[in-house]
């Protein structure tokens, strides 16, 4: 362990705390590797990007009034558990519905599970440290330093230096911009709270269920979209509005959706290791349409009107406002009276990188990650991409009713794609 290390809190990590009332605020990451995992060298990988990354073996406290992280070394216990099992797929079907503890940490998790002649990595990480996209950095470099460490057992990875909150993308929109957003009249509650899936829930027991769309499939309903001038995110939501109205029948299903707020930095592909998203919400009413063309241009005119308004920056804008007036054992009561979770949300996370997932040199054979497990009555669809083909996921604290419900779900959205 280096020196003790301390930071502060920036706003969207005490929001994913505060969001606890909705979910477990977890990423989680399934990948298949094509070698045999060295587990003490991933042990010692681990070790050495939590040194770059300190935040990583930290816990969150709250000291006078003040949220931070504190560097607790790796006192609670190692990031790296090695699980022998029989039948891999289900141990890792066991292991990735984990959860971090925040209070003591490490704050992020990886269960090598080891069977008879394949390896599975699952990761967890505590989504108040970082959003999809930064958890997507930190499993690059960790595969970078594991495969490096083989040659090289003296490398040291560097230290992330960069800033870690969200007032980066608005000092990068200038201050007038940044006056008009603050007070834009503009909410994201547009939607009915009693519009939820007739989900039993059950917080003893979680789980993750998963659909891959094969990539022919995906490949030919991207064209039909491109065609139309649509984006993937676009094709995807059609196709989640319509699987919903079969389990919701002629009710107005908005969506919230999750956003990347990286593409208004200066440089958008800088790696940082924070949580900078936002959230835009899709309503095209009750009437989804006639067809899927139908709803596919409805989506798409909706978001593009979001998109263009800028809608997704004015909740930035006012949380780090608020957060820097308001003493922190009133915030949460004040966020969360002001703030209403919808019930129905997206999020496309978006490629993960066969290049980046590389151990000794291989790619590996499948990948997939997946938002929060969500508590009763919330439910989110996560979308992520590997090598062209797509996984639907849906984490939930349900019956295995629920599960066979959710996987229905799945189901139905991938029926709904284009062919």
Request: aromatic residues 10%; hydrophobic residues 40%.
């Amino acid at each position: 362990m280096t020196a003790y290390q301390s930071c502060k809190a920036e706003t969207w990590d005490v929001m994913q705390y505060f969001f606890s009332e909705f979910n477990d605020h977890q990423i989680h990451c399934v990948v298949r590797p094509e070698t045999r995992i060295d587990a003490e060298r991933l042990n010692r990988a681990a070790v050495l990007l939590a040194g770059a990354f300190p935040i990583l073996r930290s816990r969150f406290t709250v000291r006078r009034g003040v949220p931070r992280w504190e560097d607790s070394g790796f006192l609670t216990g190692p990031m790296v558990v090695v699980k022998t099992a029989a039948d891999p797929e289900a141990e890792a079907d066991r292991l990735i519905c984990f959860r971090n503890d925040e209070r003591t940490g490490p704050q992020m998790k990886i269960f090598l599970v080891r069977g008879p002649a394949d390896d599975v990595l699952c990761f967890v990480i505590n989504h108040m440290l970082c959003d999809a996209a930064g958890f997507k950095e930190l499993l690059y470099r960790l595969c970078s330093v594991y495969s490096r460490l083989k040659t090289e057992p003296d490398f040291r990875p560097a230290p992330e230096t960069g800033p870690r909150d969200a007032r980066q993308v608005l000092a990068a929109l200038g201050g007038k911009r940044r006056f008009l957003l603050f007070f834009r009249r503009y909410s994201l509650g547009r939607h009915d709270d009693s519009i939820v899936l007739g989900l039993k829930g059950n917080r003893g027991t979680p789980f993750l269920e998963v659909r891959t769309v094969p990539k022919d499939r995906f490949l030919a309903a991207k064209e039909y979209a491109a065609k139309r001038g649509a984006t993937v995110n676009d094709l995807i939501l059609a196709a989640y509005l319509r699987a919903l109205q079969k389990f919701l029948p002629g009710r107005e299903t908005a969506i919230q959706c999750i956003v990347d707020l990286r593409k208004y930095l200066p440089d958008p592909h800088a790696k940082r290791i924070c949580n900078l998203t936002s959230n835009l919400a899709c309503d095209i009413g009750a009437d989804v349409g006639a067809d899927f063309a139908d709803t596919l241009q409805r989506v798409k005119s909706a978001m593009d009107e979001e998109k263009q308004r800028d809608n997704c920056l004015h909740l930035v804008s006012l949380l780090e406002f608020v957060f820097r007036i308001f003493p922190f054992p009133l915030l949460k009561k004040a966020v969360l009276k002001a703030y209403r979770n919808p019930p129905l949300a997206m999020s496309n996370i978006g490629v993960l990188s066969d290049r980046g997932l590389v151990f000794d040199g291989l790619p590996v054979r499948s990948a997939y990650m997946s938002g929060s497990v969500k508590y009763r009555p919330y439910f989110q669809l996560a979308v992520s991409t590997f090598r062209e083909e797509v996984t639907l996921s849906a984490a939930f604290h349900g019956t295995p009713e629920d599960r066979d419900a959710v996987g229905r779900l799945l189901a139905a959205v991938e029926s709904e794609l284009p062919e």
